[in-house]
Structure formats: C-alpha cells, structure tokens
C-alpha cells in the first residue's frame, strides 16, 4: 500500500499476542483501520453469508 502512495496514520501498532493495527487514509480523506488477529482462535469470527 506503501508503493501505491497511500497515507498512514503513524506505526503499525501491534499488541503482541492479541492483535496487530494500522490506520490508514482513502482518497478522500476518510481514515480507515486494518486489524489482523494474532490469538490464532478464528472461531469467533461471524461466519459468511450468501444471499
């Protein structure tokens, strides 16, 4: 995303153990946050739906 010029709000925060951040800007300005999961326990995730 870097190479692609997008802007980011400061360091990727990562809480070890739990979860791993980075906040980031779309063209117009809208601040937007990536979240990966470190606990390695997906089964909290909502699952998928079809329509």
Same mark, same amino acid.
Do not use: R
């Given at each position: 995303?870097?190479?692609?010029?997008?802007?980011?709000?400061?360091?990727?925060?990562?809480?070890?153990?739990?979860?791993?951040?980075?906040?980031?800007?779309? $063209?117009?300005?809208?601040?937007?946050?990536?979240?990966?999961?470190?606990?390695?326990?997906?089964?909290?995730?909502? $699952?998928?739906?079809?329509?």
């Amino acid at each position: 995303m870097e190479q692609a010029s997008v802007k980011f709000d400061g360091e990727t925060i990562v809480v070890d153990g739990m979860v791993k951040t980075a906040t980031f800007y779309d $063209p117009d300005g809208n601040a937007l946050m990536l979240a990966q999961d470190l606990t390695g326990d997906h089964n909290h995730l909502v $699952p998928e739906t079809t329509v």
